[in-house]
T-cell receptor, first 113, second 113 residues
Framework: DAGVIQSPRHEVTEMGQEVTLRCKPI?????LFWYRQTMMRGLELLIY????????DSGMPEDRFSAKMPNASFSTLKIQPSEPRDSAVYFC???????????FGQGTRLTVV | GENVEQHPSTLSVQEGDSAVIKCTYS??????FPWYKQELGKRPQLIID?????GEKKDQRIAVTLNKTAKHFSLHITETQPEDSAVYFC????????????FGGGTRLMVKP
């Protein structure tokens, strides 16, 4: 397996634009997590899906952020409209029901100018 | 919800010395405590973990200890090497939380040759 795959690796966008980050979890994993990493706030959990259903989205900062998981092999995190303070590295991670280890994707470095 | 505190935020040691990173957690129901290592520009990767039914676990030069009563756990690295330089994150979760990890703020370890 190629591991958790995220795209794009880097994204630079202007304030006010819509940004969509994509994630493909490891095949067979049933839980998917979106994290945001900044120097100031460390690794923050944004949202957690189990069997494609959002279980906990209490970490989503505001209504500008939304996430979907239409099937077991794909998830998106959307920011609309984007703001400079959204600049961060966004990680997707997945786990299986038989193993508690979380496998992270390479991350998407988002810069909003 | 769970809150994980991690100390110190930065740690500098001489090659060959030992390094200790400490974490405390708030939710007494937490029962799984992994440690992740993140090298510069890379994704976090699991290096060792411990469950609440075990007090200590070792893997070569790294070890973790857990004190459930005090709700704290620690990472010990012996005979540090320059390649140990990275940011280390502790985390906590419960099985009931579906492996939804709450991370500490991270410790930047620098091993000087």
């Amino acid at each position: 397996d190629a591991g958790v795959i995220q795209s794009p690796r880097h994204e630079v966008t202007e304030m006010g634009q819509e940004v969509t980050l994509r994630c493909k979890p490891i095949s067979g994993h049933n839980s998917l997590f979106w994290y945001r990493q900044t120097m100031m706030r460390g690794l923050e959990l944004l949202i957690y899906f189990n069997n494609n259903v959002p279980i906990d989205d209490s970490g989503m900062p505001e209504d500008r952020f939304s996430a979907k998981m239409p099937n077991a092999s794909f998830s998106t995190l959307k920011i609309q409209p984007s703001e400079p303070r959204d600049s961060a590295v966004y990680f997707c991670a997945s786990t299986s029901r038989w193993n508690t280890e979380a496998f992270f994707g390479q991350g998407t470095r988002l810069t909003v100018v | 919800g769970e809150n994980v505190e991690q100390h110190p935020s930065t740690l500098s040691v001489q090659e060959g010395d030992s390094a200790v990173i400490k974490c405390t957690y708030s939710d007494s129901a937490s029962n799984y405590f992994p440690w992740y290592k993140q090298e510069l520009g890379k994704r976090p990767q699991l290096i060792i973990d411990i469950r609440s039914n075990v007090g200590e676990k070792k893997d070569q030069r790294i070890a973790v200890t857990l004190n459930k009563t005090a709700k704290h756990f620690s990472l010990h690295i012996t005979e540090t090497q320059p390649e140990d330089s990275a940011v280390y994150f502790c985390a906590a979760t419960t099985n009931n939380a579906g492996n939804m990890l709450t991370f500490g703020g991270g410790t930047r370890l620098m091993v000087k040759p």
